[in-house]
């Protein structure tokens, strides 16, 4: 079973911190994706990435940074928090493209 | 704007009925597209998927179909069980440069035993 894991479930941060959400995924798989999903938005794909090392901005990249030094790992960054980014996170994970997805739990993050 | 739309945030249907859940989208380059189900608390789960060249795809109790001149797609469920209840998204791959896929903004199904 592919298991992809997240850092934390639950996250209070203030406004102007740096964050940092981690990824983690068993499966040797080559793409990682950053999704946040908010009510009546759905999920929006905020930054992906095809390999290590390797990144492409999603649809809301703004206020966002990541990371991916090893293929099992991708982290998401917030460099100052914001309250506009509370928000649930969903990292995913694929072996190719086409693949569909694998999702882990999620972190919900609170920005006070 | 929103290129994947589901226009029902909510959906109640009695046990054992049909569930069908619509999705509708404006770009012609999509190619795939995919059902997720989410329960509270955990990521969305792969349901199930059909390709642009195909009308219909199905997978037990789950049966998807696909109308392409109306940029169309909608998701049966029979019979509907208490288990079923979860929010659905639909998403569809844009096959341009790298792949990506669009979200839908959920529905959530409520089946009443």
């Known amino acids: 079973d592919v298991k992809v894991t997240q850092s934390s479930r639950y996250l209070v941060k203030r406004t102007g911190e740096k964050v940092f959400l981690e990824c983690v995924q068993d499966m040797d798989h080559e793409n990682m994706f950053w999704y946040r999903q908010d009510p009546g938005l759905g999920l929006r794909l905020i930054y992906f990435?095809?390999?290590?090392?390797?990144?492409e901005k999603g649809d809301i990249p703004e206020g966002y940074s990541v990371s991916r030094e090893k293929k099992e790992r991708f982290s998401l960054i917030l460099e100052s928090a914001s309250t506009n980014q509370t928000s649930m996170y969903l990292c995913a994970s694929s072996p190719g493209m086409v693949e569909t997805q694998y999702f882990g739990p999620g972190t919900r993050l609170l920005v006070l | 704007d929103q290129q994947v739309k589901q226009n029902s945030p909510s959906l109640s249907v009695q046990e054992g009925r049909i569930s069908i859940l619509n999705c509708d989208y404006t770009?012609?380059?999509?190619?795939?597209f995919l059902w997720y189900k989410k329960y509270p608390a955990e990521g969305p789960t792969f349901l199930i998927s059909i390709s642009s060249i195909k009308d219909k795809n199905e997978d037990g109790r789950f049966t998807v179909f696909l109308n392409k001149s109306a940029k169309h797609l909608s998701l049966h469920i029979v019979p509907s069980q208490p288990g079923d209840s979860a929010v659905y998204f639909c998403?569809?791959?844009?096959?341009?440069?790298?792949?990506?896929?669009?979200f839908g903004t959920g529905t959530r199904l409520k089946v009443l035993a």
């Open positions: 990435s095809y390999d290590v090392k390797m990144k």
């Open positions: 998403a569809a791959r844009q096959a341009s440069g790298t792949y990506k896929y669009i």
């Open positions: 770009n012609s380059m999509f190619d795939y």
